[in-house]
C-alpha cells in the first residue's frame, strides 16, 4: 500500500471560486453532528436525566466545575460556553479522525495521487489558526471589556520598555495555541497512516489509545488555555473590584464602631 502524506488539506471540490477541502468536509460534519446530537439530547428534557441527555449534562458539568474552579463563579459563567464550545468541538474533531474512513476512502486522481475525501478537521493548520486568532480576538475583547481602554492599554503597554515583548507574547499566543493542537494532530494521524500501511490494515489498539488520550489532552491544553488568557486579561478588573469592596467594607467596619 503506498503511503499519502500531505501537509496542507486537498481539495475535493470547487464550489465556484471556493475550494472545498476534506477537513472542511470533515469539519462540517462534526459541527452538523452536534448541533443535531445536542438538539435530539435535550429535546425533551427531564428533572431526572437519562441516556442521552444524562451523557450531555454531566460533560456540560464538568466542564463548568473545571472553569468555576479557575475562574471563579462570576467570570467562570461567563466565559463557561467559550471554553465548552471550544472543548467539545475540538475532542470530537480529534476522535472523529480516527475512525476508519476517514483518510483511506477517497479517489486517484490525473496525477495518481490518491485524495481522500475526510481528514481530520485539526490536522488542518487553517482550522487550528482560525480558532487560535478567534481564542485570542477573544481574549483582548474580555480585556477590553473588563478593564477600559485606559486599563487595557496600560496593562499591555507599561512598562514602556517592556511594551514590545507584551505585544509580541499576545502575537505568539497564536502561534502557540495553533501551531500546538495541529503538530500534534497531524503527527497522530501520519503516525496511524503508516502503522496501517506496516500492518496491511491491522492497527494495533494500543495506538488507538494512545490518540484517544492526546486528541483528549489537546482539547483540554487548547480550551484551558484560552480560559486562563482570558482570567489574566481580566485580573486587574477584578483585583480593582476586590480594592473597592475592601474599601467599602472597612468604611463600613469604621461606621459600624463609631455608632456603637
Not at 428534557?45 to 454531566?58: D, K, S
Not at 500492518?199 to 484517544?212: D, G, M, Q, R, S
Amino acid at each position: 500500500m503506498d503511503i499519502h502524506i500531505s501537509l496542507p488539506a486537498e481539495v475535493v471540490a470547487m464550489i465556484g471560486p471556493l475550494h472545498l477541502t476534506n477537513s472542511a468536509i470533515m469539519m462540517l460534519l462534526v459541527m452538523i453532528g452536534l448541533v443535531v446530537w445536542f438538539g435530539l439530547a435535550m429535546r425533551r428534557q427531564a428533572l431526572v436525566p437519562g441516556g442521552a441527555q444524562n451523557l450531555v449534562e454531566w460533560i456540560l458539568e464538568w466542564i463548568l466545575g473545571q472553569v468555576e474552579g479557575a475562574a471563579g463563579k462570576r467570570v467562570g459563567r461567563t466565559i463557561f460556553p467559550l471554553v465548552a464550545t471550544l472543548f467539545v468541538f475540538i475532542i470530537v474533531a480529534n476522535y472523529t479522525g480516527l475512525l476508519p474512513f476517514v483518510g483511506t476512502v477517497g479517489y486517484t486522481n490525473h496525477e495518481g495521487e490518491f485524495i481522500p475525501f475526510l481528514r481530520s478537521a485539526n490536522a488542518d493548520l487553517n482550522m487550528t489558526l482560525a480558532m487560535a486568532l478567534l481564542s485570542v480576538f477573544l481574549v483582548q475583547v474580555a480585556g477590553l471589556t473588563a478593564n477600559g481602554l485606559g486599563g487595557y492599554l496600560k496593562h499591555l503597554l507599561t512598562p514602556i520598555p517592556l511594551a514590545p515583548i507584551h505585544i509580541i507574547e499576545e502575537l505568539a499566543r497564536i502561534i502557540s495555541l495553533s501551531f500546538r493542537l495541529f503538530g500534534n494532530i497531524f503527527g497522530g494521524e501520519v503516525l496511524m497512516t503508516v502503522i496501517y500501511a506496516l500492518t496491511y490494515a491491522v492497527i494495533p489498539v494500543i495506538f488507538i489509545f494512545l490518540e484517544l488520550l492526546f486528541g483528549f489532552i489537546q482539547a483540554m491544553i487548547f480550551s484551558m488555555l484560552t480560559m486562563s488568557y482570558i482570567i489574566l486579561a481580566v485580573a486587574g478588573h477584578e483585583e480593582h473590584e476586590e480594592e473597592e469592596q475592601g474599601g467599602i467594607a472597612a468604611i463600613a467596619a469604621q461606621e459600624t464602631g463609631a455608632h456603637m
